[in-house]
């Protein structure tokens, strides 16, 4: 995918508003399939891009009020410095091309670089096997200013039982993970995590941050997404499997499957989280010929008590009555 491409569909996208992907198709002269991978890669490098359903609808850019690069805006500026970060996903060419378009960018926002380049974390995984659409959070710039400004904000919140509630907020950074954008703040109780299309307002205050000693925002958000994964994956599995056949446990448990060292008779160590033993042991159940579960004992138990189902169901008993 050239650079100079996602370049091009960039600045499109600042100078017109909305484009659909025919549109980009036809500036480009590629095809649609394609335009639409190239505007899903700036989404992925973490340009703040969403698309709108529906008729009259396209791709936009998250607003912010305009500057006098080519009609850029200052949210979008501040996008290029995020993506060219060192902490972005974004390729070395894509990075290194984008910072050659933002040193274009009047003084203050260049001033803002620094800041800018490591105040974003783009996490490429998804929580768990759900796949969500990609949607616009309206106050993404707001809270991307304080963070790059540095300013503690009020934040307003409503949490997923509809509980809303105010707190100020020292804002230290924004994490992209899959369809989802995250703030991470210092709070009176404590360093927390804000999904930002949960925010239902954020106002600066105009009081400046006060940044742990030490803080990385990179180092912070793994310790977060390891405690959450903990917390909705309870149930880790040891077991060996057979080397050509981590490709297809891969594909029944997603990103819950961590591959080890070598074990006895060519296998390999695994260990796979889940939910439940039960529900580990439903998933496993198919896999007999290529995964051998060590442990916990409650796994092996549901194991055998499927195994045993399974035989009373479907032996050869059963087999020869339906044949015969």
Avoid: N
Avoid at 169 to 179: E, F, Q, R, S, T
Avoid at 206 to 235: C, K, M, N, Q, Y
């Amino acid at each position: 995918m050239g650079t100079d491409r996602l370049v091009a569909v960039l600045l499109l996208l600042q100078r017109r508003g909305q484009v659909t992907a025919a549109e980009v198709a036809e500036e480009l002269e590629v095809s649609e399939r394609t335009a639409r991978r190239y505007l899903d890669a700036l989404g992925m490098a973490g340009v703040p891009v969403y698309s709108v359903q529906g008729r009259g609808g396209g791709w936009r850019l998250v607003g912010g009020a305009r500057t006098d690069l080519s009609g850029l805006t200052a949210g979008e500026a501040r996008a290029l410095f995020l993506v060219a970060g060192q902490a972005s996903a974004a390729t070395p060419a894509v990075k290194a091309a984008l910072r050659k378009l933002v040193q274009a960018l009047p003084e203050p926002f260049r001033e803002q670089a620094e800041v800018a380049s490591s105040s974003l974390v783009v996490d490429p995984g998804r929580w768990g096997a759900s796949r969500v659409e990609q949607r616009p959070h309206p106050f993404l710039d707001d809270v991307q200013d304080a963070v790059i400004r540095g300013v503690q904000v009020r934040l307003g919140y409503v949490d997923r039982a509809g509980a809303e509630s105010v707190r100020v907020v020292h804002p230290l950074g924004i994490v992209a993970k899959g369809a989802w954008w995250y703030l991470v703040g210092q709070t009176a109780d404590g360093l927390r995590t804000f999904r930002i299309d949960r925010v239902s307002f954020a106002e600066p205050t105009g009081e400046p941050v006060e940044r742990p000693e030490g803080f990385d925002l990179a180092a912070s958000w793994r310790e977060i997404a390891d405690e959450v994964d903990r917390r909705r994956t309870p149930v880790e599995v040891r077991a060996v499997c057979v080397p050509h056949a981590t490709g297809l446990l891969r594909m029944v448990v997603g990103d819950r499957l961590e591959v080890g060292g070598a074990a006895e008779e060519g296998r390999v160590e695994v260990v796979i989280r889940g939910y439940s033993d039960y529900a580990l042991a439903g998933e496993l159940a198919g896999l007999v010929d290529w995964v051998e579960v060590i442990g916990p004992a409650g796994v092996l138990e549901h194991l055998a008590s499927i195994g045993a189902a399974l035989v009373a169901r479907y032996g050869v008993s059963a087999v020869t009555e339906l044949r015969g």
